[in-house]
Antibody, heavy 121, light 108 residues
Framework: QVQLQESGPGLVKPSETLSLTCAVS?????????WGWIRQPPGKGLEWIGS???????YYNPSLKSRVTISVDTSKNQFSLKLSSVTAADTAVYYC??????????????WGQGTLVTVSS | SYELTQPPSVSVSPGQTARITCSGD??????AYWYQQKPGQAPVLVIY???ERPSGIPERFSGSSSGTTVTLTISGVQAEDEADYYC???????????FGTGTKVTVL
């Protein structure tokens, strides 16, 4: 059974960089699939942030691309998210997920439980 | 930017049928997926590729597609089906995943 677990600071100051890690168990990242990050502001909908392959190939939401970096560490079977220059609008529950692609459209079949990150001074 | 539009809310009595629509211009060309999200929990995939059901998802959940609209149908709604539901597909170029606006299903 694939399991994902997010970790990282729950509070980040405005203008600083948000950093989260997703540890994967039950599946080796090196075996394939893309891995992604999705966020959900309190009381609002879901927003895809970006995805990464085990080789390091990435693609990002165009609306966040200038501030996002996703990286992978296959030796630790985990991948990470960095979001720079955060504001209160970046306050959200951040989820990591496994990405599937059937018929050309990507979707998410396994999700972490999510972690709330609040941006506040 | 590309949008997938859902009704904000749907109310249904236990045992009745709930239908949740999702509209988007690119849906005739791309598959749609549906997620169920209960309060404080991560989303769970309930339908993939318009109408396929993952293992472990009850048969009362079904999906269909017609033109620019896809529909999630919950037949014989149960109290445990009360949740937010999100459709998901890709942007008009087929490159980036996009989520719908979400629908809150209330079981009366």
């Amino acid at each position: 059974q694939v399991q994902l677990q997010e970790s990282g600071p729950g509070l980040v100051k405005p203008s600083e960089t948000l950093s989260l890690t997703c540890a994967v168990s039950g599946y080796s990242i090196s075996s394939g699939y893309y891995w992604g990050w999705i966020r959900q502001p309190p009381g609002k909908g879901l927003e895809w942030i970006g995805s990464i392959y085990h080789s390091g190939s990435t693609y990002y939401n165009p609306s966040l691309k200038s501030r996002v970096t996703i990286s992978v560490d296959t030796s630790k079977n985990q991948f990470s998210l960095k979001l720079s220059s955060v504001t209160a609008a970046d306050t959200a529950v951040y989820y990591c997920a496994r990405v599937r692609n059937d018929g050309g459209v990507v979707y998410f079949d396994y999700w972490g439980q999510g972690t709330l990150v609040t941006v506040s001074s | 930017s590309y949008e997938l539009t859902q009704p904000p809310s749907v109310s249904v009595s236990p045992g009745q049928t709930a239908r949740i629509t999702c509209s988007g211009d690119a849906l005739p060309k791309q598959y749609a997926y549906w997620y169920q999200q209960k309060p404080g929990q991560a989303p769970v995939l309930v339908i993939y590729k318009d109408s396929e059901r993952p293992s472990g998802i009850p048969e009362r959940f079904s999906g269909s597609s017609s033109g620019t609209t896809v529909t999630l149908t919950i037949s014989g709604v149960q109290a445990e089906d009360e949740a937010d539901y999100y459709c998901q597909s890709a942007d008009s170029s087929g490159t980036y995943p996009v989520f719908g606006t979400g629908t809150k299903v209330t079981v009366l």
